[in-house]
Every structure is written in C-alpha cells, then in structure tokens.
C-alpha cells in the first residue's frame, strides 16, 4: 500500500542565496548562499529521493513508473503519463533575483521539450519593507520594453508589490517578475526549470563573470496583454479549507488546523501535496504516523482516500493538487 512520501531536500546554491536554510537542514552547514530548496521534485537531474517507509531511496520518478495512476489519479495520469506535473521549491532571497520569465507550454514544447512554468508564490516570512516585482505598471510595447531594456531601466516599468508573510500571488507564464532581497517564499510551479533572465543587476559572481541574459528569448516569451497582477492574503477560518490559487495546471487551498480532524481525499482524482508554512502536523494513515515539520512538505498518492490531521499544537498548511 503507498502512503505519504517525503523526500529529501535538495539545496541549490545561488548568487543571490541566503543563509536562512541552514537553521532548517543541518547538512547545509558546508553550502554558501541557499538559494532554493527543492521540496518535490521529478525535474532531471534534481530527482526527489523518498527518505522513509519501504520505498526509501526510490525517486519520484521511479515510483510514477511502478505506481502509475495510484500515485498520481487517473485523469492525471491520462493527461500527464510518466511526467510528474508539480514542483515544490523554498526559494530565500538575501539579494534581488534576476528579473526574468518563464515560457508558457507551447513555447518550452518547442524550445526546450519542456513544461511551461505558471507558478505561484506563498510568503513563508519577510524583512520589513520587503517586496517583489510582478507584471507591468502600465500598458508597455514590445519597442517600449526593448528600450528599457538597452537602458536598464525595465524595473521603473514593473509593478512593485511590497509583501507580508502570508501573502500570495498566481504568476503565470508570461509574467514579467523577480523576488526581492529579504524574502522567503514557498514557489508550487509547473515541473519545468526553464527561465529566461532578462536583467541581473549588472552583478558579478565571486571570478567576476556576469550570468548570462535571455532577453532575445524573453521577448517571445512575455504576454505584454495580461500585464496587471495583484497580490492578496487569505481571511482565515481555523479548519476551513480556502482555495487561494485555481487555474488549468494546479489548484491550492490553504488551511489552519487546530483540532484533530478527517481530511477526505476520495472525490479528488489527483495526488495531494501537503506543505506545512507554520507549525507542525502529524498525518495519521493507514500504514502509520507521518511528521511534517514548518516548512516541510509531504507527498499524498491518489489511492490514499482519507487521512487524519493532528496539528501540534496548531499548522498552517498549503495543500496542492493537479484541478
């Protein structure tokens, strides 16, 4: 019987990276500049790596090959195959991130034999004043970004959105966008690390060398029509699931669980991904008990139909899944 996987983390050191993630993994002593922390993974090369139960040291590649629609539903199976759809990653900035965007599914098809990358952002924790850039501030033609772009001054036509913890915001493909210093952010993401970097601050890494930029690919890539976005935070109700994010590629709900409580999986048709943003949860099932520490995130096959939640003493969950 499959029960819920966790998986190792998998660190990705960053010119922009901070030292946040070394409180969390004590393995990481020896990394400089975290970046990221790849939660769920099936991106090649990156492989997310089950680290308990009978299934131990199995990727989630491997198990999508054995356990098919078990693991993933039947209509996402249909849709999808062998290719596991989600990405999970923590991403902590102590400086800017590049401004950049992701291609949608037509163009990665073409480009790169890829998934598109729609994605979107929970705020984990912020510094004072903290902020991310995402969609324009204005209409912009593609002759006017060109030209901010040879002047360096495509951030003065970017939408600036200051952050809190516990803010959200769906970017899609197309989405001019970049994370600003002093944020933690839980990315749920379209399986794909397809980015095309249009400006990087003019920065060097530590043998002087500039990253390289995209911005003949970004100009393809860009929806200069869906330019407006807005950020938003959830009303909570303790042990009420809120659906915060929907579009064709993922649906998440967030929740606080503060009693112990069934979770009913049966009428979703998909795998469900578990994230803990605050606290700690203890998942009863049928083949045991699983802990899922702040921050951590825990795989959910399709054929388990019900679990219980036992917050200790109180978690905030993001729960994510194929809609």
């Known amino acids: 019987m499959l029960y819920p996987l966790k998986f190792n983390s998998i660190l990705m050191p960053k010119i922009w990276g901070g030292q946040k993630l070394k409180s969390i993994y004590p393995y990481a002593q020896n990394f400089d500049n975290i970046g990221e922390s790849w939660l769920l993974s099936a991106v090649s090369g990156n492989e997310s790596v089950v680290v308990d139960g009978f299934l131990k040291d199995n990727t989630l590649p491997e198990l999508l090959e054995v356990y098919l629609n078990d693991l993933v539903g039947d209509e996402v199976y249909k849709r999808y195959g062998n290719d ?189 991904i578990i994230s803990v943003v605050e606290g700690t949860l203890n998942l009863n099932h049928p083949s045991g008990k699983t802990i899922i520490n702040t921050w951590e995130t825990v795989l959910l096959p399709a054929s388990l139909q019900t679990v219980i939640l036992n917050p200790n003493p109180k978690a905030k969950v993001l729960l994510s899944y194929v809609s």
């Open 84 to 272: 596991f759809p989600l990405l999970v990653k923590i991403i902590d900035a102590s400086d800017d991130l590049s401004i950049q965007v992701h291609p949608n599914d037509s163009i990665a098809k073409a480009r790169h034999n890829s998934f598109g990358k729609n994605e979107m952002w929970y705020v984990l924790d912020c510094e004072i004043d903290a902020f991310i850039y995402a969609g324009f501030n204005r209409a912009i033609t593609q002759s006017q970004y060109l030209k901010a772009v040879e002047n360096n001054t495509l951030a003065d036509y970017l939408q600036r959105h200051t952050v809190k913890k516990g803010d959200y915001i769906y970017i899609p493909a197309g989405c001019v966008h970049s994370i600003g210093r002093g944020c933690t952010i839980m990315e749920i993401q379209q399986s794909s690390d397809i980015t095309y970097r249009i400006y990087d601050f003019d920065r060097t890494d530590d043998k002087g060398n500039r990253r390289e930029l995209h911005t003949e690919q970004a100009l393809d890539a860009i929806d200069f029509d869906n330019w407006y976005k807005t950020i938003s935070s959830a009303q909570l109700i303790d042990n009420q699931l809120i659906k915060i994010v929907e579009n064709e590629y993922f649906k998440t709900l967030i929740m606080i669980v503060s009693k112990v409580q069934e979770l009913d999986l049966s009428e979703i048709d998909s795998f469900v």
